[in-house]
């Protein structure tokens, strides 16, 4: 993973832990991406970390799980 790569993961991680939730709207506003590259982002994010999040379908979100909140 380049460094582009690694600070958006860094950066998601921290949206789950300052807000508790992100959703690919956040990944594409801030990073300028297409809808497309915020899914493989997300997988990736997933891949990586998905003990840290769940996905919330009433708020068409990611929320933070009880993980994430510990750390």
Known sequence: M???H???M???K???EIYGF???AHLIRKFKIS???ATIDFRKF???HGALWRYDSRKRAYV???AQKLI
């Open 2 to 4: 380049n460094w582009y």
């Open 6 to 8: 690694t600070e958006k």
């Open 10 to 12: 860094r950066w998601m």
């Open 14 to 16: 921290e949206m789950l």
């Open 22 to 24: 992100i959703n690919r």
């Open 35 to 37: 809808s497309g590259q």
């Open 46 to 48: 997933d891949k990586l």
């Open 64 to 66: 933070a799980t009880q």
